[in-house]
């Protein structure tokens, strides 16, 4: 799914709380990303307005409520679900985060990290297997945005994430504001982490921006993935760095507060167009992007 | 098996959701079997806490703010009474709703009105999410060749208080205490959510039509047909010709 076969398209996140905005401005998206679990909890008014999209605007899949990382067995019938919602969308890829949400009986809805090891790498590869036999569209994983690392965690986030996809032939669904914020928030280098990655591991991007909190009772400002703020420079000068490395097919920008303030939504879409633009141009004529890694 | 991941992430669970970790008390310690940062824990658990508390806010605005001083320890003893689990905004209120009932068998409801008024905010979250509004072939009763039925998302209550005026007009009126049978619905081309009060004749013809039901069983009086028209006008009422 890109514009011309190699400009990655550029889209939002589809919210029914902006349903009429997001209608009225169809023409300004190359694609919407959905949320396959609003299709499989909201009413029924809710779900027939996003299926009416299909035709429209390209729809590709996004899911939040798998908990890959629960070690426990995957909820086939969710899986099965989803199977029928991405089919319904027409969705080339269906995506879901890399992470754990909830255990039996207690669900968190707040996506947490895993211990980065072999052994947990070569469960969720075995998960990943298990959806790629239900859901039949490539899969793509997400990288997080964590608070706390596991003591026992041995790999990196970009040796956790090469391990995974490489065994599983799982993709990557790339959040750069979470690698921005990561970062920030755990002292290392972004530019090192895109450079780590596999060549070709990128299918997808995620664009956001959030705010800052004060860690209690430090005080050390902490990085907040809200969805809520303009794209930070900083994530869009790594967007530029993924961009001259991989090749990803949907650039989504990802919105879930502050709604109104469309006019932010639309600025954020063309920063992100400028920066798929200036990376297509670089890529044409030789020149390194932004950023280092050095 | 203590090592075993799903055990740890259990323990991880339990702790984020407990009130020592999203309150932060000092003197508590995170389970040490975890060896995870008390501090970055403390502040995970308030970023959950906080999406928690969101979708319940959005579902009992009034309610919480009626809840005035005892809001504090009323959201305290849910956290330590409820853990959560469900993701969806509607499982949480629902959740929330089912502890105020709890709470008010033990302690009375202050001021004596907010069980109706947190009675209507989950049926308007319910109205609103559609909860109710099962397709035919995902459950229910399949439609005969005619019948009228109570449109699968409407919510009936039966009120202590006509607290209408707190919906309509603002949350600082007085409700007159009264037997007030409400439809909580969704009518047809409307943009939210509507409280409307019923009479009690409808209403329990309302609370009768749970199943789909050939009209002629309400007679062949004109009265009649003008009501059930009027009914699905509303969007009370759903018939198939």
């Not at chain 1, 030789?286 to 890694?293: D, H």
């Not at chain 2, 309610?63 to 853990?83: D, H, K």
């Not at chain 2, 068998?105 to 109710?132: I, K, Y």
């Not at chain 2, 019923?198 to 002629?216: C, I, K, R």
Request: overall charge negative.
């Amino acid at each position: 799914m890109t514009t011309n076969g190699s400009v990655p398209a550029v889209g939002l996140g589809y919210r029914s709380a902006i349903d009429d905005w997001t209608r009225a401005n169809l023409d300004r998206f190359d694609v919407l990303e959905i949320t396959v679990d609003h299709c499989i909890h909201a009413g029924a008014a809710q779900r027939a307005a996003i299926f009416d999209l299909v035709g429209r605007v390209p729809l590709t899949a996004h899911g939040v409520g798998l908990s890959i990382g629960t070690d426990a067995p995957l909820d086939v019938a969710y899986l099965d679900r989803v199977a029928a919602v991405v089919e319904r969308l027409e969705a080339p890829a269906y995506s879901e985060h890399l992470a754990f949400t909830r255990v039996p009986g207690r669900d968190l809805a707040n996506l947490l990290p895993l211990p980065k090891t072999e052994a947990v790498a070569e469960q969720i590869v075995a998960k990943v297997r298990a959806v790629q036999s239900r859901v039949p569209v490539p899969f793509l994983l997400e990288n997080i945005t964590y608070v706390f690392e596991w003591p026992d965690s041995k790999l990196s986030d970009a040796e956790f994430l090469n391990l995974i996809c490489r065994e599983s032939g799982a993709g990557l669904l790339l959040d750069v504001e979470n690698v921005f914020l990561n970062a920030s928030n755990h002292g290392f280098n972004p530019y090192a982490f895109l450079d780590d990655l596999s060549a070709g591991l990128v299918r997808e991007v995620h664009m956001a921006g959030g705010v800052t909190v004060r860690e209690e009772p430090s005080g050390r400002p902490f990085l907040a993935d809200s969805h809520s703020h303009p794209v930070p420079d900083a994530a869009l000068d790594l967007l530029a760095y993924a961009l001259g490395r991989h090749r990803p097919s949907v650039v989504i920008l990802e919105r879930d507060d502050r709604l109104d303030a469309v006019d932010e939504v639309l600025d954020d879409l063309a920063r992100i167009r400028a920066c798929v633009a200036s990376a297509q141009l670089g890529k044409r004529h030789g020149e390194p992007v932004a950023g280092s890694a050095s | 098996m203590a090592n075993r991941l799903l055990d740890r992430q259990a323990r991880l669970l339990a702790y984020l959701t407990s009130g020592a970790a999203i309150f932060g008390e000092e003197g508590v310690a995170a389970d040490p079997l975890l060896g995870i940062d008390p501090a970055l824990l403390h502040l995970e658990a308030r970023f959950s806490h906080e999406k928690r508390m969101e979708k319940i806010s959005a579902a009992f605005p009034k309610t919480l703010q009626m809840l005035g001083a005892n809001r504090a320890a009323v959201i305290r003893g849910f956290v330590e009474a409820c853990p959560p689990s469900d993701i969806s905004r509607l499982a949480n209120a629902r959740q929330f709703h089912e502890f105020l009932l709890a709470r008010w068998q033990d302690e009375a409801p202050e001021p004596a009105h907010l069980p109706d008024v947190a009675a209507c905010e989950v049926a308007c979250a319910t109205v609103r999410a559609g909860a109710d509004e099962a397709p035919q072939e995902e459950g229910g009763t399949r439609a005969p060749p005619f019948g009228i039925r109570r449109h699968p998302g409407v919510v009936l209550l039966r009120c202590r208080h006509d607290v209408r005026p707190i919906f309509e007009q603002d949350s600082q009126a007085v409700p007159v205490r009264r037997d007030t049978p409400l439809a909580v619905v969704m009518p047809p081309g409307a943009h939210g959510v509507q409280v409307m009060e019923l009479l009690p004749v409808v209403f329990d013809l309302l609370s009768a039509l749970g199943d789909w039901t050939d009209p002629a069983t309400f007679g062949s009086a004109p009265e009649a047909s003008v009501l059930i028209r009027d009914l699905i006008e509303h969007g009370l009422v759903e018939g198939v010709r």
